[in-house]
């Protein structure tokens, strides 16, 4: 059972399925079929469980008091983890090549900035960029692999996702800070302290508020579709950070998820939007 919950764990399941679910419903929003829908999930799953992987593979050496990191606490091999990240690689890539060249270009670009995160990045002060970055590659890959033309409210999100991504890397690195420091990583966060860091994050998520609330603002009205997803997607933020704000880890680590579910509401509002017009 252990190995079990440990190859779970390695892929970084929370944070690999919020992408997968973002891809699928951000396909079915722009017209694409659900084949199309489950081919940019199913490489979102791959791309993103390559990515968690290696990030253990690396940090393996510092992750050792770290008792829910499988392969540093050894219920995992490195050869193990190895193939894991090799073969979700290989899985993301063949079903966005199966998707087309603009998404297998976008699903390539997307593995080459969680590369540069684990390899480097995320021990420097640009440790947010990747996460910025990675989540504006969303929206255009879901365009993309619904084979729709991509709407100019689609890309002012994919921008607006940068701002959101930073925020989400501020609080991801809010839930790791004592451990990062503890071991010498240096990164945004540790760089910033707690207090800077948290109000980084506040700011850039009310920007992305901000810039989806003017994208969406014919969802406003009583009948608009976006306006439950939108208004649920504030919540969801609002409470994120609000728990990035304690003092315990695990407190922290739901705080930056429940930003990454606040942003994918956020798209989905902006999105409907953009689908109605």
């Known amino acids: 059972m252990a190995r079990f919950v440990g190859l779970i764990r390695v892929v970084h399941p929370g944070p690999t399925l919020l992408n997968a679910a973002a891809a699928f419903t951000l396909v079915q929003i722009a017209g694409g079929p659900s084949r199309r829908a489950l081919l940019a999930a199913v490489t979102m799953l791959g791309v993103h469980a390559f990515i968690g992987t290696l990030n253990d593979l690396v940090d393996r050496h510092v992750d050792g008091a770290r008792g829910e990191k499988p392969i ?6 490195v050869r193990a983890g190895s193939l894991i990240a090799a073969a979700s690689l290989l899985i993301g890539l063949i079903s966005a090549a199966a998707l087309g060249p603009t998404s297998l270009l976008i699903a390539s670009l997307g593995a080459m900035l969680g590369l540069a995160y684990n390899l480097g990045l995320k021990r420097s002060a640009l440790s947010w960029l990747p996460f910025a970055l990675g989540v504006a590659l969303i929206p255009p890959f879901a365009w993309a692999a619904a084979e729709m033309p991509l709407p100019s409210t689609i890309e002012a999100l994919s921008v ?5 991504g930073g925020a989400l890397a501020m609080q991801n690195g809010l839930a790791d ?6 071991v010498g990583v240096r990164g945004a966060v540790v760089r910033l302290g707690d207090r800077r860091a948290w109000i980084v994050a506040a700011l850039l998520h009310l920007c992305t508020l901000v810039v989806v609330c003017t994208l969406s603002g014919s ?3 009583p ?17 994120g950070l609000g728990l990035s704000a304690t003092l315990q880890p695990g407190l922290r680590r739901r705080g930056w998820e429940l930003g990454g579910v606040g942003l994918l509401l956020l798209a989905i509002a902006a999105a409907l939007d953009s689908s109605t017009t």
């Not at 607006?160 to 959101?164: D, M, N, V």
């Not at 009948?223 to 409470?239: E, H, K, M, T, Y």
């Open 72 to 77: 540093a606490a050894g219920r995992i091999s």
């Open 177 to 182: 800070r004592a451990a990062d420091t503890a």
């Open 219 to 221: 969802t406003l009205g």
């Open 223 to 239: 009948s608009g579709r976006g306006v439950v997803p939108l208004i649920a997607g504030a919540a969801c933020q609002l409470v």
């Open 160 to 164: 607006a996702a940068i701002t959101g």
